[in-house]
């Protein structure tokens, strides 16, 4: 185990030390971070990282811990100084380890295809991880120790090697319970995420007319693919797809070979088109996601859908309810109202963004309504935000569903579920044989 490497487990054991031994503000943030943490992930996650995600996350004032331990030690070198700098780039990831080196491994970013070199920083954790493969899927945090390899920060839970499907479903877990580590290691991807869903509400509004529309589940969920249909030949014609044309003619305008063409089609469960965009060379880094109400609203007698450049899309089933409620003369005559207001503050499908929108509409009502329902004063400009962190509602938009993916991350997404529906067929393909077998 090299110098560099051996500094970084001694900086990183003072630093844990400082920041567990800290009394005043740091520790009474580390408390309200750690409560706030168990809450978000019901308790699922180790205490070790979410003691480890505070280091470089918290904030105590303007400032990290890292910052913290800086300014309390004084003796750090130059040297010492800039690599505990250096922790605020550390970030959870889910990697897959794509190779066995004699001191660590070469483990790939599953969220962003980057490549890292990370090395375990003492001998027992060493020991530890000694059984891994390649292939394997690893969740973790990494730090950086020197400019060519990083190190493990914080615990590493192996999950084995996944097929596509389970594959998925680990990203999709990882996507909600880290959100904001999604695409932390590549800035450019992250900014054009976030491009992407104001790019979506200005479609969204030229399409429906405004950012928002009432209407029945099974109208909506056809207006919504029509919708769907047009960003698709929008997008085609932004990569010169012809769709006039037929599969051999764009494979040859594109000098692809039409069989290859056609393998990766089916292999991805997607039309020779839509396969050609994704694998062509020159085509963006990112891809919309395909948007399909749930089938609980497609059969909803009324849904609300709301647009935002920040927040989103959101599908409500009972947006026009809480409307009526807060337009009626009075509101406490209408059914099942505090029901409705009280499942409006716990449902966490429900974000800040939409009380916003009420309270912004109906300010006064609003806050009638929840002086009753809370029982307690409350004034909407003053109380509604704390109101909000009351009930996890976060005030600042996480990226949402409706944003761009990379392109391996779609085509991950697209193959697992040609693989789920392959399996599917087989199934019913066997149980069909079955019904005519003999007794």
Not at 267 to 286: H, I, P, Y
Not at 316 to 338: C, N, S
Request: net charge negative; glycine share 4%.
């Amino acid at each position: 185990m090299d110098a560099a490497l051996e500094r970084s487990h001694q900086l990183k054991q003072a630093l844990l030390d400082f920041v567990l031994t800290a009394e005043g503000d740091l520790a009474a943030t580390l408390e309200a971070y750690a409560a706030k943490q168990a809450r978000r992930d019901k308790g699922k996650a180790q205490q070790d990282i979410i003691v480890d995600s505070f280091l470089s996350e918290g904030q105590v004032g303007d400032k990290t811990p890292l910052d913290l331990f800086i300014e309390d030690r004084q003796d750090l070198s130059q040297s010492d100084r800039q690599l505990v700098k250096s922790w605020h780039r550390s970030f959870m990831g889910l990697f897959a380890i794509t190779q066995i080196l004699p001191d660590g491994f070469e483990l790939m970013n599953w969220l962003t295809a980057k490549k890292y070199i990370v090395k375990p920083d003492n001998a027992q954790f060493a020991e530890e991880i000694r059984r891994y493969k390649e292939g394997e899927i690893l969740l973790t945090r990494i730090s950086p120790v020197t400019e060519t390899y990083w190190t493990f920060s914080g615990p590493c839970t192996p999950l084995g090697r996944l097929g596509k499907p389970k594959l998925a479903v680990a990203i999709g877990n990882f996507k909600d319970n880290y959100k904001n580590h999604l695409y932390s290691d590549a800035p450019d991807l992250l900014a054009e995420a976030w491009e992407s869903v104001a790019r979506y509400h200005q479609q969204f509004i030229d399409f429906f007319g405004s950012d928002e529309v009432s209407m029945p589940g099974y109208q909506l969920n056809k207006k919504i693919a029509e919708f769907q249909e047009v960003l698709m030949q929008q997008r085609l014609a932004a990569a010169g797809i012809d769709e006039s044309k037929t599969l051999a003619e764009i494979a040859q305008d594109a000098g692809i070979d039409k069989e290859e063409l056609e393998a990766a089609a089916a292999e991805a469960g997607v039309d020779g088109k839509v396969a050609q965009l994704f694998e062509n060379k020159t085509t963006a880094k990112m891809v919309m996601p395909k948007v399909d109400l749930p089938a609980e609203l497609k059969k909803a007698e009324q849904v609300t859908a709301i647009s935002h450049p920040r927040w989103g899309q959101m599908f409500l089933p009972t947006y026009h309810r809480v409307v009526a409620l807060l337009e009626a003369e009075d509101w406490q005559t209408v059914e099942g109202a505090e029901k409705l207001i009280r499942n409006y503050l716990e449902d966490p499908k429900i974000n800040a963004f939409i009380w916003q929108r009420l309270a912004q509409k109906y300010p006064t009502k609003l806050e009638q309504v929840l002086q009753t329902v809370l029982q307690r004063p409350f004034k909407i400009d003053r109380d509604l935000e704390p109101l909000l962190e009351e009930f996890d509602k976060p005030l600042v938009p996480e990226l949402p569903e409706i944003a761009s993916v990379p392109v391996h991350l779609h085509n991950l997404f697209e193959e697992a579920v040609a693989e789920v529906n392959k399996s599917k067929s087989k199934k019913t393909k066997k149980k069909a044989a079955l019904g005519f077998q003999k007794s």
